[in-house]
């Protein structure tokens, strides 16, 4: 079992810069690629990026691919999303997931979600 709690979230405006933290406590941490999505009112959970077990491959979402960085720190358990250059329509709730896969943009093969951490981008 993996517990995953994000931290981070808050109100901007457009063009600022906010950056989501995710602490994993459970299983071994590094064992997890692990994955950021994004919820936004009336609309389908979307992919927004991912990284590998070692942090070595990254994938991103074309929506915020130059203005997002995920990376991931094993030593502290921590996930992170540096999100720059904000925009409105990246108003949603933002997730964290972990899954037992190499890497992955694909919803299905996440294991443990967290509860989300609201970022609202105003403009």
């Known amino acids: 079992q993996v517990q995953l709690v994000e931290s981070g979230g808050g109100l901007v405006q457009a063009g600022d810069s906010l950056r989501l933290s995710c602490a994993a406590s459970?299983?071994?941490?590094?064992?997890?690629?692990m994955g950021w999505f994004r919820q936004a009112p009336g609309k389908e959970r979307e992919f927004v990026a991912a990284i590998s077990r070692a942090g070595i491959g990254r994938n991103y979402a074309d929506s915020v691919k130059g203005r997002f960085t995920i990376s991931r720190d094993n030593a502290k358990n921590t996930v992170y999303l540096q999100m720059n250059s904000l925009k409105p329509e990246d108003t949603a709730v933002y997730y964290c997931a972990a899954a037992s896969v190499f890497i992955t943009s694909d919803q299905a093969q996440y294991d443990y979600w967290g509860q989300g951490t609201q970022v609202t981008v105003s403009s």
């Open positions: 459970g299983r071994t941490f590094s064992s997890y690629a």
